[in-house]
């Protein structure tokens, strides 16, 4: 007599949706040697898109924001990367005195990103340039250029740009930077007063969105993502040359570092590094947001107590 089997239940769709997800997701994690307990944070993080900038998908945007008007691609070097683009009002108004300048450095993980991305123009250009600036977004070489030679292209279009900014009716005096992600590791290197082949005229200050990478160093001997690899190599030397924690060695001028909250390696990067500048004299401020990495860019200039924030810091260096 045939014995009758017992019918096997199938998994829920949930249940094997979430198990198809950690399939998927389990290579990258592969490249991280994470503690175990930090394993499914970062599992978390991940699937919530916080450590991705999305700057390899974004896309271009539709032009300068209505109310601004776009010089494009100034070159401030002979590569084709070396270029930004600046953004002033449609109309001068009258009788203006020279503005004060945002120097804005894209992010995207030192390989991918561009100075034309809806991260970057929307909603800044058009917060910022309504407030009085004369707003710059700037491009670098990327991967496989080496990130201190982005860094170079970063000094030398910081300095290109104040030798030119009455052009464009802005004030070589009041510049302030921004940067994003691995943008804003490169703003923070300069700013740390790390050797670059052009030295800038002082800066107002500084705004740093959710970088990872104060202490390269640090970050590259502890469980990391296969990007920081592709980005520092394997040279002790060569990270603590890439960390702004190791060059900053003076008080710098006031610096605004945003953290995501979601991330603690970011706040805890930013909390040290504004230590040690404190310790120095300076004046560094961390500000932690509970957003995405990607939102930390991307809502920045929209109505909320974050621009507000941020407004309240460049209105304190104007």
């Not at 250029?145 to 104040?162: L, S």
């Not at 070589?172 to 804003?184: C, D, E, I, N, T």
């Amino acid at each position: 007599m045939l014995r009758r089997l017992p019918l096997t239940r199938l998994p829920c769709p949930r249940t094997l949706a979430a198990a198809l997800a950690f399939a998927v997701l389990l290579p990258t994690f592969a490249q991280s040697s994470a503690p175990a307990p930090r394993r499914f944070e970062r599992l978390r993080q991940a699937m919530a898109g916080d450590l991705e900038d999305g700057s390899a998908q974004d896309r271009t945007a539709r032009g300068a924001p209505r109310g601004t008007r776009l010089i494009p691609d100034v070159p401030y070097g002979s590569d084709p990367a070396q270029r930004f683009d600046v953004y002033v009002p449609a109309q001068a108004p009258a009788g203006a005195v020279p503005a004060p300048v945002l120097f804005f450095v894209h992010g995207g993980g030192w390989a991918h990103g561009d100075k034309t991305n809806t991260r970057v123009v929307e909603p800044k250009i058009a917060h910022w340039v309504a407030r009085g600036y004369v707003v710059i977004s700037a491009n670098y070489r990327m991967l496989p250029t080496p990130v201190a030679q982005q860094a170079d292209d970063v000094a030398a279009a910081i300095a290109f740009a104040q030798s030119q900014a009455d052009l464009w009716g802005g004030d070589p005096k009041r510049f302030v930077l921004m940067g994003h992600s691995a943008g804003a590791h490169l703003v923070a290197l300069v700013a740390a007063g790390a050797r670059t082949a052009t030295t800038p005229q002082p800066w107002r200050g500084a705004v740093l969105l959710d970088s990872a990478a104060f202490d390269v160093t640090t970050l590259m001997t502890h469980r990391h993502f296969g990007l920081y690899d592709h980005a520092f190599g394997g040279e002790r030397s060569y990270w603590a040359a890439m960390s702004p924690i190791v060059q900053l060695a003076r008080a710098t001028a006031p610096i605004l570092a945003v953290c995501s909250s979601r991330r603690q390696e970011s706040c805890g990067q930013a909390d040290r590094f504004a230590a040690k500048a404190n310790g120095l004299g300076g004046s560094v401020r961390v500000l932690r947001e509970d957003l995405s990495h990607g939102q930390i860019n991307a809502t920045l200039g929209d109505a909320s107590d974050y621009t507000s924030q941020v407004d309240a810091f460049l209105a304190s260096v104007r």
